[in-house]
């Protein structure tokens, strides 16, 4: 996975690179102004983190209690080791009620696990049902976004889409009359369905239930109108009390798309009268990354994608870049892990300033992660030979004041006198794009001792 040349074919389109970066930084700065509006949000982050902490440190112990209580209310409650695991349950669920309809609510989980592909290879169709879902199901494309999942479209395209698999009138683009073309199309599959899919945001130790968050109301009237529901978890959306609730809340839909809340958040506690109501618990990797010292932190993510809008790369090179389901810093921390070689690019997409840590409601130490993996990703030998080569030599001059007062001395001379063509050729395809500022006579270092010596 080439990060960067992905990123490559997404910025060769400028108009939807700077479209798509003030789309998603209006996002942000909605974010923001949320925030801003909940004077106690540094405490509640606090209180997250530190709940979220505590339930990944007794993680076992809390799964335990979760399956007696879900089971006692009545819901079957199934545990995944892997993406093959999980899928090859819901489907053998689907099978043994002869279920051929899913309708499926956003579910990143079971984008991570494969599940569309292995269930219609199966003979069940499969709808996602979240609009944006619904618009890259349609394309064939995955999400490129894990709240907003079909933000790298244009609404022209949107409506070419519906044009040619909705039958909706040629050059039709006004998002209402889109809008309105897809509930009437996707009505139809719900009332239709022998199933219906959701995902998890939160699952609560204490009572056995499970939260579902939407703004559409998608997973609510899939799940009330089919006769099986099936909930798909991560392993890591536990919170060990209802009354921790509140706090998750809070903080979710404000960072996520800077609303109050989400417009649907459906509590299921039981299984409805007649209906079937399965929770498939699943790993896939999350022990092995609660087991890293440096990276357990990352499984408190609540998946709210505040540190994705905020990130300067994720913004102007698109999630398809990422070549992973989740994207951005906490996809670049999640991913490395599940197979270094094949993402050891990821963890060098980020500059490390630090916003995605800043603006991340459950404090996951996001830059600080990523500066960690990309050691890993050195010690382990994966770094490009001339990379390598290139550290190895920077860091040797770094640690030796001397060579590096001389190295300084020897580039501002330089500097002063090679073409600009020589300069850009050597930096790169950073600095391509970028023009040097004129070279110092003297460094910060010279100018100090000559002006401010002795000063203070
Ligand atoms: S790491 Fe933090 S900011 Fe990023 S998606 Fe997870 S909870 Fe949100």
Redesign the pocket.
């Known amino acids: 996975m080439d990060h960067a040349a992905a990123a490559e074919r997404f910025v060769a389109d400028a108009a939807r690179t700077t479209w798509h970066d003030a789309s998603l930084w209006m996002v942000r700065e909605k974010r923001d102004r949320a925030a801003a509006s909940v004077a106690e949000w540094e405490a509640l982050r606090d209180l997250a983190s530190a709940i979220k902490a505590h339930t990944l440190s007794r993680l076992d112990e809390y799964l335990v209690l979760f399956e007696r209580r879900a089971t006692a209310r009545g819901i079957r409650v199934h545990w995944a080791r892997d993406a093959e695991e999980h899928n090859a349950i819901v489907h053998g669920i689907l099978a043994a009620r002869g279920a051929r309809h899913l309708v499926k609510s956003k579910s990143m989980l079971t984008e991570e696990c494969g599940l569309n592909g292995y269930l219609v290879a199966r003979g069940v169709e499969v709808t996602d049902t979240d609009l944006g879902e619904r618009i890259v199901q349609l394309r064939g494309e995955p999400p490129s976004h894990?709240v907003m999942p079909a933000i790298h479209l244009k609404k022209e395209e949107i409506g070419a889409t519906f044009h040619e698999q909705l039958g909706t009138p040629a050059g039709e683009s006004d998002p209402d009359a889109l809008t309105v073309a897809a509930r009437v199309h996707l009505r139809e599959r719900f009332l239709f369905a022998d199933a219906a899919l959701t995902g998890v945001n939160f699952a609560i130790a204490e009572t056995g239930g499970i939260v579902v968050c939407t703004n559409e109301g998608n997973a609510d009237l899939g799940t009330a109108l089919a006769p099986v529901h099936i909930a798909s978890m991560g392993i890591e959306k536990l919170v060990p009390r209802a009354a921790d609730l509140g706090i998750f809340l809070r903080l979710l839909a404000r960072?996520?798309t800077g609303q109050a809340s989400t417009v649907y958040t459906s509590h299921m506690h039981a299984p409805r009268d007649g209906q079937e109501l399965h929770v498939v618990l699943v790993d896939n990797g999350r022990s092995a990354q609660l087991g890293r010292a440096e990276f357990w932190g990352?499984l408190?993510?609540?998946?709210?994608?505040?540190?994705?809008n905020?990130c300067p790369v994720y913004r102007r090179s698109g999630g398809y870049s990422y070549g992973s389901t989740?994207p951005?810093?906490?996809g670049a921390?999640l991913t490395p892990g599940a197979d270094l070689r094949q993402y050891a690019a990821l963890p060098f997409a980020s500059t490390l300033c630090g916003s995605?840590t800043a603006?991340?409601?459950?404090?996951?130490d996001?830059d600080a992660q990523l500066y960690a993996w990309r050691q890993v990703v050195a010690r382990a030998g994966l770094l490009s030979p001339a990379r390598g080569w290139f550290m190895r030599q920077l860091g040797a001059m770094l640690a030796r004041p001397r060579a590096l007062q001389l190295a300084g001395r020897i580039s501002r001379a330089l500097l002063r006198v090679v073409p600009r063509h020589v300069t850009r050729h050597l930096t790169g395809a950073w600095g391509r794009t970028r023009v040097l500022p004129e070279a110092p006579r003297e460094s910060f270092r010279e100018w100090y001792r000559a002006n401010r010596r002795g000063e203070g």
């Open positions: 894990i960072s996520a990352s408190k993510c609540i998946r709210c994608a505040a540190c994705i905020t989740v951005g810093p906490i921390v995605c603006v991340c409601p459950v404090k996951v996001l």
